[in-house]
């Protein structure tokens, strides 16, 4: 079993900047990690992927705005979220691993409005 802790949601004005990070309970430095969102009434949604050797992905939609990291001392995988706008209002979430191998941290609220 695998915990991981989202941090760093909240309200932000469009335009502005947020960063997110995931704390895992164990290890991750072999795993894809990435962040996915849904927002009220979608599916949730990839966000943003990273390899264990730091190669990433991302949605076409945040692709030049969000960007994801990893530290693998700290078993921490970060995303920075600029150029918010009101579309990227979703609840955020972490993912360690692939398949049936994976697991999904609580999640966290990013809202973006005026």
């Known amino acids: 079993q695998v915990h991981l802790v989202e941090s760093g949601g909240g309200l932000v004005q469009p335009g502005g900047s947020l960063r997110l990070s995931c704390l895992a309970s164990r290890s991750m430095s072999t795993y894809v990690m990435g962040w996915y969102r849904q927002a009220p009434g979608k599916q949730r949604e990839l966000v943003a992927t990273?390899?264990?050797?730091?190669?990433?992905t991302y949605a076409d939609s945040v692709k030049g705005r969000f960007s994801i990291s990893r530290d693998n001392v700290k078993n921490m995988v970060d995303l920075q979220m600029n150029s918010l706008k009101s579309e990227d209002t979703a609840v955020y979430y972490c993912?360690?691993?692939?398949?049936?191998?994976?697991?999904w941290g609580q999640g966290t609220q990013v809202t973006v409005s005026s």
């Open positions: 990273i390899t264990h050797d730091g190669m990433t």
């Open positions: 993912k360690y691993g692939v398949g049936l191998t994976s697991y």
